[in-house]
């Protein structure tokens, strides 16, 4: 064991992983990797992860990026360049530029950092926390470092306590009373369940601490292995599971919850049913996720814009908004909103309504369209009297529909609504 002394986390460096498409979101990553997918009226998800680092006091971070990067990399530039060198900080945007040689981009998780190690040693960081730039919650990073250098890991796993068969779909350990890893299996079809907890997984987060020596020790190992699929779950945390101490950390002893979160806030906005959820949440009187939060904000591009305005007091042409979130530079002329988050720059048309609506920045309802449960993509012109959400065989049709009746609607849809017209 060794003494924690001070805060680790100035001696750390956050990597965020941030190149995957999250292909279930359908057209919603037809342009955009899904770490850059907006949420929550004003933030992308990778804000989170990347907040987190910054809230628990690492100074230093990396996003790999891969798929799609444009948005992503155009966010992080406006959004994240407050870094200051003078200061020990940095930020580093690392695209997939083929820089071991000619042939190969990111081949998987533990690629996208061995690629970049010597950018990693030109700040000589003493810890190395992994991260997935893709989930929805706050979590004090510090706290799991300092579990890491007390009990001697050589790397330590960030776990979620989920129900046995819902682990299906993760990454599972398996721990002795001591949380000591002692397996680790992708996606079992029967979970290993807690000692003394029958009922209860752990599921990995993807989230990892070591020390940067070790870390490039097994990448470089790794690297030299032909069967490696070159992946931190598949290959490197088994491969310490098996030779070395990999030890659990449990995501309730760092998450961070404002006074009224009643719950440990983690979600994978992966599905558009997951993500439609997990926005609508954010409507509740007491919201699962406390956005509001001043002690542990989440940062982001902070937008020049005029404030939401909203317009007509007549009877059936009232601007008005219930249970919403209406984001800056959004006019609601003449219109309802209810149970809906309005990004930036929506306009909604006179005697138009939406109920249970997700609408990303720019997008434009014309006057007397009725849209439920539908999620529009960035910049969507939605037509004057289009109803969506009232007959679910017709939205099939023409747009992405869940088996929940979600409807997702892009620009390219209602272009075709226009030339089969």
Known sequence: MRDVKGPLAREAM??????????????????????????????????????????????RSGVATQYKAHSLIRHMQRAWNFMRPERNESFDILPASQRIDELHWYEGTADAVYQNIDIIESYAPKYMVILAGDHIYKMDYELMLQQHVNSGADVTVGCLVVPQMEATAFGVLAVDEDNVITAFVEKPADPPTIPGDPAHTLASMGIYVFDTQFLFDQLRRDAADPDSKRDFGGDIIPYIVRHGKAVAHRFTDSCIRAAEEIEEYWRDVGTL???????LDLTDTVPKLNLYDREWPIWTDQIVAAPAKFVHDEEGRRGQAICSLISQDCIVSGALARRSLLFTGVKMG??????????????????GARLSRVILDAGVRIPEGLVVGEDPELDALRFRRTDSGVCLINSNMIARLGSSG
């Open 14 to 59: 956050a990597y965020v992983l941030a190149g995957g498409r999250g292909s279930r979101l359908n057209e919603l990553t037809d342009n955009r990797a899904k770490p850059a997918v907006y949420f929550g009226g004003m933030s992308r998800i990778i804000d989170f992860a990347l907040s987190n680092g910054i809230n628990s006091g690492i100074r």
């Open 273 to 279: 049913d997951a993500y439609f959820e997990a926005n």
């Open 350 to 367: 006179s005697f138009s309504s939406v109920n249970e609506a997700v609408i990303l920045p720019h997008c434009n309802i014309g006057r």
